[in-house]
């Protein structure tokens, strides 16, 4: 049972720790949208999302002043654009468009969703649609974009793999002005989830509702915090205080989820345990790994480090809800992280440890700055190791990487705000185009077939 006391701790957490609900993310359905022609399709999609979404911002101001907890995202993602653009694909930035029209009407601070899946092959309307993704990410400001490019079932296809490192250096160099930002708003997965709640990978995945409420709730201060008060414990009491940590903070995101479905007229879908940092100090994941022994992320230990970090917020949070889903775990963005950036310009962490840790955190290679000048398949090929890592642990892992347009290793980008700041990290000189340029598909595992 937990106490007054206990009460009283969270209220501090949010006072103190940085404890805040980090995303509130409308799930919408455009199915309904679908009509004869592009125009009359992107017109439903407008008004759909307008009206769905009309007071999403309000109601989290309102819930963020009744429950005392601060709601820095307002988001909504909706159903992968592809697929209701496949009898027009070459006119999905029509719908891109509307999309970043409404976000900017309602207020909200991102929109996913302009997304496809072809993790298993790449039809001919895909692929048209994915040559749409650098210009539309150029010319919106607040649409997200992901692709999800192989699955534990499906194997990796390679030839979107290929593509994707292809649009990754396009979508950089056509907002190279901002140091790359579109790169920074596209996401390659492999085993895509349908209720994360993160940009830039959400998406409204065709087994949900019309309409649904997913929270992101976040908290590596609170994480921080509660470490700090046992700094002579062993590993084992370290893991049950943030397995008990993760409960109190998951708690906090069902109460305002299951309020905030109520009051939106939609199903409440899930709670995403994800502890996602921020640049503010005090915000970080990678603080959280020092506070456990570490003298700096990125060194020996590290990997044992997150896997026990990841493993106990997803105890902690399961028995706190049944409702728990997105990603879940704790995300390692360098740009986002005050500890990575620290790490990363202190040459204590690099991309291949970088990698070592995406075996068992919530995601991937996450907001990563290389040089503008590698090569489309370098990127190609990183993306491979990142879907492969996934595709043989059964788990969700992405690549979000910024070749940074003109600049060199040692430079910085400069996003600001939750997207951050991070110096342009090296990366492997050796060639990896006939590898990426062979094509075809990585096949599946044979633990894939359980049928």
Do not use: W
């Not at 990978?201 to 997913?214: K, L, P, T, Y």
């Not at 962490?349 to 070592?356: R, S, T």
């Not at 969700?396 to 910085?412: L, S």
């Amino acid at each position: 049972m937990f106490t007054k006391f206990d009460v009283l701790e969270t209220i501090d957490m949010v006072a103190k720790e940085h404890l805040d609900i980090r995303t509130i993310t409308m799930g919408i359905s455009l199915f309904p949208c679908v009509r004869d022609t592009a125009e009359e399709t992107a017109l439903k999609v407008y008004d759909l999302v307008c009206s769905r979404a009309e007071r999403i911002v309000k109601t989290a101001s309102d819930l963020s002043g009744e429950y005392g907890i601060p709601i820095v995202n307002k988001r909504v993602s909706v159903t992968p654009v592809s697929l209701i653009s496949a009898a027009f694909p070459e006119k999905a930035p029509l719908i891109a468009k509307v999309l970043d029209d409404a976000a900017g009407r309602l207020g909200i601070d991102f929109l996913g969703g302009y997304s496809a899946l072809v993790h298993k092959s790449t039809a001919g309307y895909e692929r048209t649609f994915l040559s749409t993704i650098p210009e539309v990410l150029a010319s919106t400001n607040r649409l997200c974009s992901s692709v999800n490019v192989g699955s534990t079932r499906s194997g990796i296809n390679m030839e979107a793999v290929r593509l994707m490192g292809e649009i990754f250096k396009k979508s950089a160099e056509l907002t190279g002005k901002q140091d790359g930002i579109g790169a920074a708003k596209l996401v390659a997965f492999c085993n895509a989830v349908e209720d994360n709640p993160f940009m830039a990978g959400a998406f409204h995945g065709v087994g949900e509702a019309d309409c649904v409420i997913n929270v992101g709730v976040s908290g590596p201060g609170v994480v921080r915090h509660a470490l700090e008060q046992i700094p002579d414990a062993d590993l084992t009491e370290a893991a049950e205080t943030i397995k008990r940590t993760a409960f109190k903070i998951t708690r906090a995101g069902q109460l305002i989820a299951r309020e905030a479905a109520k009051r939106l007229n939609a199903e409440f879908g899930i709670v995403d345990l994800s502890l996602a940092p921020t640049p503010a100090r005090g915000d970080s994941v990678a603080q959280i790994l020092e506070e456990l022994g570490l003298e700096s992320v990125g060194g020996h230990g590290t990997t044992a480090a997150l896997a026990l970090l990841n493993d106990a917020v997803k105890k902690g949070g399961v028995m706190a809800s049944s409702r728990v889903g997105g990603l879940s775990g704790a995300f390692i963005p360098v740009s986002e992280d005050i500890g990575m950036i620290e790490a990363a310009e202190r040459g204590d962490i690099c991309l291949d440890k970088l990698e070592a840790m995406t075996c068992v955190c919530s995601v991937g290679l996450d907001m990563i700055a290389i040089p503008g000048d590698t090569p489309a398949t370098t990127i190609a090929a990183m993306i491979a190791d990142e879907a492969a890592i996934g595709m043989i642990n059964n788990k969700t892992t992405a690549v979000r990487i910024i070749p940074a347009p003109g600049k060199k290793v040692g430079d910085q980008v400069n996003f600001g705000g939750l997207l951050g700041r991070a110096p342009v990290l090296p990366v492997h000189k050796t060639d990896s185009s006939k590898f990426v340029l062979r094509g075809g598909n990585i096949p599946a595992p044979i633990h894939s077939f359980k049928n």
